[in-house]
């Protein structure tokens, strides 16, 4: 291997590695689940069980969203039941703005699919360690919701 070469595989190689460390993945839990069909019933929950640890610090705590560029609402409503260790359980009717007055989506496109990370709760303190379960419920009139293709959560430290 020539000088050249080896200058710019080791060019390469460091800029690989810098652009690596920027990209920050600090979330705790972050997923989809498919929506069958992207058909979202009612009856069809989504539930992502979580481990927590450290109760100190606080927690963000986002609902991931993908729909097609054929939904045709602006908003969405959700049930959000968050499940503790010792079994009780706390339900929020939570709206969410998907798109602009005059149509614009809000998520961020590829292709005929939007995704959002939509802010839930910000510094959460969970007040007991252990298995915690969020379970996502759709709540609009129709039923089932077209045109979402999965939902999920992301759960990361607050700073």
């Known amino acids: 291997m020539n000088a050249v070469m080896r200058v710019f595989l080791i060019a390469i190689l460091s800029?690989?590695?810098g652009l690596s460390s920027c990209i920050r993945n600090?979330?705790?839990v972050d997923t989809h689940q498919a929506i069958a069909g992207h058909h979202w019933s009612y009856l069809n929950k989504v539930q992502?069980?979580?481990q927590i640890e450290?109760?100190?610090p606080g927690y963000n705590i986002l609902i991931n969203l993908r729909h097609t560029a054929d939904y045709k609402y602006s908003n969405i409503f959700f049930l959000v039941h968050i499940l503790s260790p010792d079994g009780k359980r706390s339900t929020e009717r939570?709206?969410?703005r998907l798109a602009l007055p005059d149509g614009e989506w809000l998520g961020k496109g590829s292709g005929n699919i939007y995704s959002y990370q939509l802010p839930y709760k910000a510094g959460y303190r969970f007040n007991k360690k252990g298995r915690y379960v969020v379970i996502l419920e759709?709540?609009?009139r129709n039923n089932p919701l077209r045109e979402v293709t999965d939902a999920g959560l992301r759960l990361e430290l607050a700073k």
């Open 15 to 17: 800029l690989s590695f």
């Open 48 to 50: 992502i069980p979580f």
């Open 54 to 56: 450290d109760t100190t």
């Open 138 to 140: 759709q709540n609009m």
């Open 26 to 28: 600090d979330a705790l």
């Open 94 to 96: 939570k709206e969410f």
